[in-house]
T-cell receptor, first 115, second 112 residues
């Protein structure tokens, strides 16, 4: 399995509070992604990164920001959590050589509940 | 990226071949067909991908029609552990900034 972890795995927070989710990889892959998954929807891309300090928006980026200060870590921040951001969040990575160039590896997910 | 259409669900008997269809009638010449699956509560898992030729790996086979407007993922001997949501995705290229667009997928249930 690809070395990708997410923390925390579960979190309950109150509306209006900031929340930061962490994705950590040990594969030295260039690309990292944050998705959210809600009932009745597939995974939807929030933000992605194509290198240290290089990030871009996905299709559902409003209310989220990201940072990547080193290759192994990609942080997702909910600036002021809302109930609509209750979801399961998945991080993914992929590289640029061999099978990692076409295969995205996904983390185990973080279940976030905003009350 | 072209959109795909999959049936919402399918059943298959354990030990039999599972043939999962996908329509992608607007696919462009440089778009690849990818398949991922998601077993309950886990992150999606890559299965296979192809451009125009049929592909096979240790998990599955991918059959792409000659006009590339549809494809079929074949799990040759389905097991209970193959019960999952399967996503058919088309996208440009097979590397670089791979922004996968997941639809709702198809729920495959393998029955004993």
């Amino acid at each position: 399995d690809a070395g990708i972890t997410q923390s925390p795995r579960h979190k309950v927070t109150e509306t209006g509070t900031p929340v930061t989710l962490r994705c950590h990889q040990t594969e030295n892959h260039r690309y990292m992604y944050w998705y959210r998954q809600d009932p009745g929807h597939g995974l939807r891309l929030i933000h992605y990164s194509y290198g240290v300090k290089d990030t871009d928006k996905g299709e559902v980026s409003d209310g989220y920001s990201v940072s990547r200060s080193k290759t192994e870590d990609f942080l997702l921040t909910l600036e002021s959590a809302t109930s609509s951001q209750t979801s399961v969040y998945f991080c993914a990575i992929h590289g640029t050589s061999g099978s990692s160039s076409y295969e995205q590896y996904f983390g185990p997910g973080t279940r976030l509940t905003v009350t | 990226d072209a959109k795909t259409t999959q049936p919402p669900s399918m059943d298959c008997a354990e030990g039999r071949a599972a043939n999962l269809p996908c329509n992608h009638s607007t696919i462009s010449g440089n778009e690849y067909v990818y398949w991922y699956r998601q077993i309950h509560s886990q992150g999606p898992q890559y299965i296979i991908h192809g451009l125009k030729n049929n592909e096979t790996n240790e998990m599955a086979s991918l059959i792409i029609t000659e006009d590339r407007k549809s494809s079929t993922l074949i799990l040759p001997h389905a097991t209970l552990r193959d019960t999952a949501v399967y996503y058919c995705i088309v996208r440009v290229g097979q590397g670089g900034s791979e922004k996968l667009v997941f639809g709702k997928g198809m729920k495959l249930t393998v029955n004993p």
